[in-house]
């Protein structure tokens, strides 16, 4: 039987949400017209101009602060980066993981694409995803839990320009308010609606033959009513040739605002539905222990990639009779909506907050993922025949007869020479549907000096998965590579439409999540100089699963065909297990304000991650997941002092820092499996950003940190360095404004240093540092109108981000699989601000 993979047309609950958009679009139109004009629209406002000056003085921030009001930055007693609509459009961001690099002390890969980004967090142990960053959207979680195999938090958002800023908290308070999260949380803050109507339309287009759309509106509606319509819709071949669209979709994006007395309510939309292309490994030459990485032969590693058109369209064998058909173009893709309600009020002198929101969404994963490292087809074939001689089944089914050659033919035709290089890919296809729901109540009164915060978080969520890893195809180690069949003369058959493996793990899983907490906390100004805080939160988490077991079958039943022999099957039995885990998490830290605009901080922290649905899964059995001494809950502590200040002249934001993990649970997919294990680590650091300005429209920023974290608890790898991290990394963006007659030109630009980093963690596969070159011009053409012009990776630096992560041994000498940086891309972009 015949299946195909769901259709990607748009959704009904998106066209519910284009017939909101429509009736809201209308209104604001009305409104528009019987509102007096707005002056003309200009660029935004220059970073480096009185008015960015004076924006980054007084800017407020409200994630983490216990008062739904927020504070302003520079008198937060924490660590945290803002980036208004201009600074991220400045940063030219490819992904929303790719917003990380505005962020000193974290990491992102964003090499893979929209989607499937890994993102690292000053010396927090993760091998992939992002475990300790979590993406909100005004101040609620998208989804609670910020990483599961194939979904990462990332994954679940795309920026557009609905979007006002976004507000990165690293550590600090986040231990206890909203999900807890102990690393780093993206807050996005959504536009609304003012009594000044407003709107922007943006066409881009790009490298890859993007076209992009953009298009957002804002304005009152009816007395104390406000709303905000926009969203975006994209095409593009993206910056690797594949022969097949990388990126296609859109999103749409609608919140109603009502101004109350002491408060507000606004209520909002999104429904997105995009799909992704995502790149992982691909051929390229290693020297010196992986020091010094080149291209391969034939093989543009700033733009090839091994996806073509051949293989777009694969088949899954599923079962004996039962194929299952998937879309390379499909990628790692997002087909949700979001639905949220944001409450505040003051009732009496009580501050009264309520946030929730409901995500319903596939996150789907049909890629490509590389194998083994290249070789010529000469020695694949040896290897294949010593392999097929060594199989009793197929043996048998030749009649004893041992194979002594081969042929090996393009799927398309014609034989292929025994010099060709060639490499194994599997083409995966994971099906993920995730749910969930978040509230986060709390109520906040000043008591004399104290400011008293109590609050709950709840949150219910599941994940429903079919995988089918494995699946290898042999095919050349070209661009756009071509699939190859391989016979044996004793009529064994390896490789068939260029399949050459079978899919080693299809486990169907059903898994549900629930949390609670509940926290307080108590701010005391003791002067107008010194304020300390502190508080304590109380998390219960409850799993359960129901995880298939898994057999093997041969599809077609013949021993001689050898790459679908041993197929993982499910078996039609469950497994079901279930866990419960409670803990505590506290935060105390303290401000001193040297001056109206600079102050010093201290803060200390323990906080938590706990176990996901798949540390369950890889326990296998109740009697393990039980074991809290071989799955723990893992434990983070953080210490943290800092610095700030912020004048005309100059700002800097430093703080020093010292983590301490214990129990922190890894997985690796490998070619064959996965591999599971445990461990702890510890780190200490800097980071730092600054700014100055020492002439009118000229702004110089440096941002980066310095880190030193290595892992422990776990002799395999005890001392060797967190994997992934760059010791050392900075950024220096210099901007400069100039005046051309009525308006005015932005220069800019930015330098980055990555430092080498080890690719995993037994520190074999060594990663090169790169240095990157991004430059940009925004041209005011009139009132209303402005160009902008941005380039990335100019130099066409060859740096990577990313080893063969299916493998376990070093990159050596030689042919290797690795992902590196998107070549240089050039993007132009005309908006018409009204």
Not at 157 to 176: A, K, M, N
Not at 202 to 218: A, I, K, M, P
Not at 577 to 603: A, I, P
Request: glycine share 10%; proline share 5%; charged share 20%.
């Amino acid at each position: 039987m015949n299946q195909s993979a769901p259709s990607r047309s748009a959704s009904p609950q998106l066209s519910a949400i284009a017939l909101a958009v429509l009736a809201l679009s209308l209104h604001c139109q009305v409104a528009a017209q019987e509102t007096t004009a707005a002056p003309a629209a200009t660029v935004q406002a220059d970073p480096a101009g009185p008015a960015g000056v004076q924006q980054e003085i007084q800017q407020v921030v409200v994630t983490g602060t216990a008062s739904s009001s927020g504070t302003r930055k520079i008198d937060a007693a924490f660590s945290i980066t803002t980036a208004t609509e201009e600074q991220l459009k400045m940063a030219a961001p490819s992904s929303t993981a790719d917003i990380m690099k505005l962020v000193p002390g974290a990491y992102a890969e964003p090499t893979g694409g929209q989607s499937g980004a890994n993102i690292q967090v000053r010396g927090f142990p993760s091998g992939s995803d992002s475990p300790f960053v979590s993406v909100q959207m005004n101040g609620n979680p998208i989804y609670p839990v910020p990483v599961l195999s194939f979904f990462e938090g990332s994954s679940s958002f795309r920026l557009d320009d609905t979007i006002e800023r976004v507000e990165v908290l690293r550590g600090g308070p986040s231990t206890i308010y909203s999900v807890g999260q102990p690393g780093a949380t993206m807050n996005f803050i959504m536009k609304k609606g003012t009594d000044t109507p407003e709107g922007s339309l943006r066409f881009t287009v790009g490298t890859g033959n993007l076209r992009r759309f953009d298009g957002v509106y804002s304005g009152k509606i009816a007395e104390n009513w406000y709303g905000m319509v926009g969203g975006f819709y994209r095409v593009t071949d993206g910056i690797r040739k594949s022969g097949f669209p990388a990126d296609d979709g859109g999103q749409l994006s609608a919140s109603i605002t009502r101004k109350l007395e002491g408060g507000e309510l606004t209520i909002y939309a999104r429904g997105t539905d995009d799909k992704n292309a995502f790149y992982t490994g691909l051929p390229l030459i290693s020297a010196n222990e992986g020091r010094s990485i080149s291209a391969f032969p034939g093989f543009d590693p700033l733009t090839g990639t091994l996806m073509s058109n051949e293989m777009r369209h694969f088949t899954v064998e599923a079962a004996p009779g039962r194929t299952l058909d998937y879309d390379l173009g499909d990628g790692r893709g997002l087909k949700s909506t979001l639905f949220g309600v944001d409450f505040q009020q003051n009732l009496n002198g009580w501050q009264v907050s309520n946030k929730f929101n409901h995500f319903n969404g596939d996150l789907n994963t049909i890629a490509m993922f590389t194998g083994n490292n290249p070789l010529s087809a000469a020695d694949y074939l040896q290897a294949a025949i010593a392999s097929a001689n060594a199989n009793p089944e197929a043996l048998a089914a030749a009649g004893g007869v041992r194979a002594t050659s081969g042929t090996m033919s393009w799927v398309k035709g014609g034989a292929v020479s025994p010099n060709q290089q060639v490499v194994q890919a599997g083409l995966w296809a994971v099906e993920k549907k995730l749910r969930s729901s978040t509230n986060e109540f709390r109520v906040s009164r000043d008591i004399g000096a104290h400011t008293v915060t109590a609050g709950a978080y709840l949150a219910n969520y599941s994940s429903r998965d079919r995988w089918f890893l494995g699946n290898s195809h042999l095919m050349s180690a070209t661009p756009q590579a071509s699939l190859i069949n391989v016979r044996l003369d004793n009529g064994v058959v390896v490789a068939n439409n260029g399949k050459d493996g079978n899919v080693f793990y299809a486990p169907v899983a059903s898994y549900d999540g629930d949390n609670t907490a509940l926290y307080i906390a108590d701010e005391w100004r003791i002067s107008d100089r010194i304020k300390l805080d502190a508080g304590v939160r109380r998390e219960k988490q409850r799993l359960n699963a129901s995880i298939s077991n898994l057999g093997t079958v041969d599809p077609d039943g013949n021993p001689l065909t050898l790459y679908n022999n041993g197929t993982s099957v499910p078996t039609g039995s469950y497994t079901g297990l279930e866990r419960d885990d409670s803990v505590n998490s506290f935060t105390v830290g303290g401000l001193m304000k040297l001056t109206k605009d600079s102050s010093v901080f201290v803060r200390a922290n323990q906080g938590h991650t706990f176990i996901y649905f798949d540390d369950m899964r890889n326990a296998g059995t109740q009697e393990v997941l039980n074991d809290r001494s071989r799955v723990p809950t893992p434990k983070v502590k953080q210490f943290e002092v800092g610095y700030k200040t912020a004048n005309p002249l100059y700002s800097a934001y430093v703080n020093a820092f010292f983590t301490d993990f214990t129990g922190i649970s890894f997985q690796q997919i490998t070619t064959t499996g996965v591999l599971y294990s445990v461990s702890g680590s510890k780190g200490k650091g800097v980071e730092f950003e600054l700014a100055l300005r020492p002439l009118a429209g000229l702004q110089l920023q440096l941002s980066g940190n310095w880190q030193d974290s290595e892992y422990k608890d776990n002799p395999a790898i005890d001392g060797n360095t967190v994997q992934r991290q760059p010791k050392f990394q900075y950024r220096f963006s210099p901007s400069y404004r100039i005046p051309v007659g009525d308006y005015a030109m932005r220069l800019y630009g930015t330098y980055s240093r990555i430092g080498s980093r080890w690719a995993d963690q037994a520190n074999q596969q060594y990663l090169p540092a790169y240095e990157t070159l991004d430059l940009g011009v925004l041209a005011e053409l009139g009132n209303n109108l402005e160009l902008r012009i941005s380039a990335t990776n100019v130099t066409d630096e060859l740096g990577l981000t990313e080893g063969n992560s299916r493998l376990t041994s070093g990159n050596g000498t030689g042919p290797i699989n690795a992902r590196p940086l998107f070549g240089r891309a050039v993007e132009a972009s005309l908006t018409y601000r009204f």
